[in-house]
């Protein structure tokens, strides 16, 4: 026969007092949840203003556009204007200029546009001219000194992006005319090209470009980010890939018409970028969406991991990790979502000035156009409170 519990009783008591304590607690919880806002941001950069700027009137240079640049582990800069890319400028640490190499032509020491820049340990300048049919070799002077045919593997690709190792293997991110990115590892010595990883999960349409991002540890670690998901992958220099590192809860955001709003001209005029219907309806299942990181950098035993994520006025949010993947802080800064423009060496920031001091004309601007081409290179100093994070792992380095 089942006991009942009477109002008074000692076992009423009890289950009366259980129960509001599991309610408190129930609804507590409820509302810390629904109250929490989002993840504080911490400042990325040391102050506002930037240590030194390139294609200002102190520089002595002007530049048109700057899509690509390339920033050595000596502070060097090597600079090229996109709209003509037939020369490029060499400054200093220091932000002096030193020299200018190279001219419009075929020929030896000759460009018809540079697409990607490398530097090699003996401070050798590799250049491609975008399309992967050679690599063109000057000294750290600018004197040209060889012409090196690219492998059979890399026909018919552009190069996008490419970095030596301390090996000096030179590794290249290539993408298609047709659809796929490819990231090879190029051993000079012995002719040999190897491909360390391939996806191809996207349709290519105009302003809905997106490549991937690759960086390089001190150890020799390759990471390559997914176009699609929130996934780092992570393989050994000989190409094997060792782990992978993925935040399945971040949510994706799909691309909208007011992501090509763009600029009409110098007012700041915004209109709809005009064949924007014709590529919405090309982009079908995981082109439909902004890739939900477009960037890495690793410096200093910290990855910058940038994602398409925004903040109130539309700069996007930056993950950063220690090597182990455990998370330190998040920051933000303004970025194309299409590439990674940003580079990150020696506690710096290289980046181009492409954000603008009228927050309401920014956040008008799609995502897929955002600012207009920047005609200037800025660096910053990276802020302490970010690279005086301790570690937050113990764990082995090599186990992400």
């Not at 293997?169 to 990115?181: A, E, K, Q, T, V």
């Not at 200093?300 to 398409?308: A, M």
């Not at 005086?388 to 380095?397: F, G, K, M, N």
Request: neutral net charge; contains cysteine; aromatic residues 14%.
């Amino acid at each position: 026969m089942t006991k009942k519990v009477r109002p008074g009783d000692a076992s009423f008591r009890f289950y009366a007092k259980a129960s509001f304590v599991v309610f408190s607690t129930i609804l507590f919880c409820f509302t810390f949840c629904c109250r929490r806002g989002p993840e504080p941001l911490v400042a990325l950069l040391e102050t506002a203003s930037p240590l030194r700027t390139y294609g200002s009137e102190n520089s002595g240079h002007y530049y048109k556009a700057i899509d690509t640049y390339t920033v050595d582990q000596n502070g060097r800069v090597y600079l090229w204007d996109a709209t003509s890319g037939d020369h490029i400028d060499v400054y200093g640490d220091d932000g002096q200029f030193l020299f200018q190499f190279g001219r419009k032509g075929q020929g030896p020491g000759e460009f018809q546009a540079v697409g990607a820049l490398a530097v090699d340990a003996e401070g050798d300048l590799w250049i491609s001219n975008g399309i992967a049919k050679s690599l063109k070799v000057f000294s750290d002077q600018g004197e040209f000194k060889v012409e090196v045919l690219c492998p059979k593997e890399l026909a018919d690709s552009y190069i996008q992006k490419m970095t030596f190792d301390a090996k000096g293997d030179l590794f290249l991110l290539c993408s298609y005319i047709g659809n796929g990115n490819s990231l090879f590892r190029f051993d000079i010595r012995k002719n040999n090209c190897q491909q360390i990883h391939s996806e191809s999960k996207r349709i290519k349409a105009s302003l809905a470009n997106f490549r991937p991002d690759f960086a390089l540890d001190a150890k020799g670690n390759i990471f390559i980010i997914d176009t699609v998901d929130y996934r780092i992958y992570k393989y050994a220099n000989d190409g094997r890939l060792s782990s992978t590192f993925e935040d399945p809860d971040f949510r994706k955001e799909l691309i909208l018409e007011e992501d090509f709003n763009i600029f009409a001209d110098s007012d700041f005029k915004i209109i709809r970028f005009p064949a924007y219907k014709e590529i919405l309806d090309a982009l079908r299942g995981p082109s439909r969406y902004f890739p939900a990181i477009f960037g890495i950098n690793i410096d200093q035993g910290t990855i910058y991991i940038w994602t398409s994520k925004q903040d109130q006025i539309k700069r996007f949010v930056i993950d950063i990790y220690d090597m182990n993947f455990q998370k330190k802080v998040s920051s933000a800064y303004f970025n194309y979502v299409r590439h990674n423009m940003a580079q990150i060496m020696n506690g710096k920031l290289y980046i181009p000035g492409i954000e603008n001091g009228n927050i309401q004309v920014t956040k008008r601007a799609g995502r897929l156009a955002m600012l207009n081409f920047s005609d200037q290179l800025n660096v910053y100093a990276i802020s302490r409170k970010i690279r005086e994070v301790p570690e937050t792992s113990s764990r082995d380095e090599s186990q992400p």
